[in-house]
């Protein structure tokens, strides 16, 4: 069963472009964590959001956690070539041993 | 220092044999994972311990066999590779199993089944 639904899979942009990865369930999670993937490496957190319509700012990307804690979003401004990678959301359902994993977005940034 | 180390990094092998991929964490972590990436990049749970005891067993087929020897420690057996066994294996970690606790991933193990 595919818990989180994230959106774009794929997404091609230049350098300077916007962009927001979106990441839905139905399901309420305890925690939203996104990471980051790059070839041959395996996921790296880039951050936790825990409480309803958090919002949190890493240098240009900002995540948001739904006020009902169902959804989140990650949006880069302007984005880099160094963005690159392939994006991943994971919810936590309060268990804690598992984490379900939305099935990424691919992320290119050409200069 | 590596915090999640798993080797190989790669495995070439046929279908029908055996095979074992090793991962270690120097976190002092309590709870480690192994997960399944398959070739659209979607990650699954395969198996959770928590100081050496099984928590979680995702519907894997009986031919993967995880053992923990010590809480740094958590090995993956597979028995009788089959073509679909081909995937990315990743071992994770992270400090206990409270809810929202961050993971720490290795750098995957692709396992291709000839």
């Known amino acids: 069963t595919q818990l989180l639904e994230q959106s774009p899979q794929f997404l091609s942009i230049q350098e300077g472009e916007n962009l927001t990865v979106y990441c839905n369930s139905s399901?309420?999670?305890?925690?939203l964590q996104w990471y980051r993937q790059e070839p041959g490496e395996g996921p790296v957190l880039l951050v936790t959001?825990?409480?309803?319509?958090e919002v949190k700012k890493l240098k240009r990307l900002t995540f948001q956690f739904g006020d009902a804690r169902k959804d989140s979003s990650l949006h880069i401004t302007a984005a880099q070539p160094g963005d690159t990678g392939l994006y991943l959301c994971?919810?936590?359902?309060?268990?804690?041993?598992?984490?379900?994993f939305g099935k990424g977005t691919s992320l290119l940034v050409t200069p | 220092d590596t915090a999640v180390s798993q080797t190989p990094k790669y495995l070439v092998t046929q279908m029908g044999n055996d095979k074992s991929i090793k991962c270690e964490q120097n976190?002092?972590?309590?709870?480690m994972y192994w997960y399944k990436q398959d070739s659209k990049k979607f990650l699954k749970i395969m198996f959770s311990?928590?100081?050496?005891?099984?928590?979680i067993n995702e519907t894997v087929p009986n031919r993967f066999s995880p053992k923990s020897p010590d809480k740094a420690h958590l090995n993956l057996h597979i028995n009788s590779l089959e073509l679909g066994d081909s995937a990315v294996y990743f071992c994770?970690?992270?400090?206990?199993?409270?809810?929202?606790?961050?993971?720490?991933f290795g750098d995957g193990t692709r396992l291709s089944i000839l």
């Open positions: 994770a970690s992270s400090q206990d199993g409270t809810e929202n606790q961050p993971q720490h």
């Open positions: 994971a919810g936590d359902l309060g268990s804690g041993y598992a984490l379900n």
């Open positions: 311990y928590n100081n050496k005891e099984l928590i």
């Open positions: 399901s309420v999670f305890s925690s």
């Open positions: 976190l002092g972590h309590d709870t």
């Open positions: 959001v825990v409480t309803g319509g």
